[in-house]
């Protein structure tokens, strides 16, 4: 019990108060969470996503584990969520936002800072990885997913290119293999714009919970909590250990997996007109879910 209160204290709190002052600021200022939103999707994510990649600092056998685990993970979810969806008998909208607030975590603005206060800078450096591969993927897939609820496959396709951050991780990933060096002041200019990612992300995060209105359909919402949060976690410890993950890495990625649905669900759902309200109402309940959730896992890993 004692090691449960002092990872809520020491982990879970911070996160909680810097989300906690967006939701001030948006409660008592005319906040606009899509402009916020913007810089961070066009400047802030991009930077952070480019300068994690360019400074990688692991091994070459730990970067593809990740990255592979993640992958894999990712695919699982979405499978068992479209099974879901489709065993439940939802519209074609509903279950595209069913399946993207399945498969999409808040590995940006709850894991990553997660990640360092649980771990120090080590297991952030395992969580970047995890980002990144989450981050594509909601770009690309995700978009697509989101897209496809409402409108044809080619012009789901066509959304996935408008994705900056694409660019920023095979530009960051191209340098880094090449060993070409960025011109100081530039990069310093691109480390300070992706340090301003993570508190810029929780704030978005605490912004945006205060716009959720939770859904009526109690039957998709809890279907997606049981799946996002339940099994979602046991996912992950399956194919850490099936993948070779080992000590700080296998813990980061069993704690990325257990992250609740990510706040960008939100903005995708609304963008292509897939059930936003429900989409909302998930990022809501799960991350509510998960600050029990995550406490009591931290306090068994650690």
Do not use: C
Not at 201 to 219: E, F, P
């Amino acid at each position: 019990m004692a090691a449960t209160v002092r990872v809520f204290w020491q982990v879970i709190t911070p996160i909680l108060i810097v989300a906690g002052s967006g939701v001030l600021l948006a409660w008592f200022m005319d906040v606009s969470p899509a402009a916020l939103s913007r810089v961070i999707f066009y400047i802030l994510g991009p930077a952070l996503v480019f300068s994690s990649i360019y400074g990688l600092n692991v091994d070459s056998r730990g970067i593809w584990q990740m990255l592979g685990f993640s992958l894999l993970y990712a695919a699982s979810m979405l499978a068992i969520a479209v099974a879901v969806a489709r065993i439940l008998g939802f519209s074609r909208a509903l279950a595209s936002a069913f399946s993207l607030a399945g498969f999409l975590v808040n590995s940006g603005n709850y894991g990553l800072p997660l990640a360092l206060f649980a771990f120090g800078e080590a297991g952030l450096q395992w969580a970047v990885l995890f980002y990144l591969t989450n981050s594509i993927l909601s770009n690309s897939l995700g978009v697509f997913i989101a897209a496809r609820g409402r409108e044809s496959s080619r012009r789901a396709l066509k959304s996935m290119l408008n994705a900056p951050v694409l660019y920023a991780a095979l530009l960051g990933a191209l340098m880094h293999w090449q060993g070409w060096e960025m011109p100081g002041p530039v990069l310093k200019a691109v480390n300070l714009a992706g340090g301003g990612a993570v508190p810029a992300m929780l704030v978005l995060l605490g912004v945006q919970l205060t716009r959720v209105k939770l859904d009526r359909d109690w039957k998709a919402l809890g279907a997606l909590t049981i799946t996002r949060m339940g099994i979602g976690p046991v996912v992950g410890m399956a194919l850490a250990t099936l993948l070779g993950l080992s000590g700080l890495a296998w813990k980061v990625g069993v704690v990325d997996a257990s992250m609740p649905t990510a706040v960008y669900t939100t903005i995708l759902t609304s963008e292509y007109d897939a059930e936003p309200v429900f989409a909302a109402g998930a990022v809501l309940v799960t991350t509510l879910t998960s600050i029990v959730t995550l406490t009591v896992l931290l306090s068994l890993l650690r």
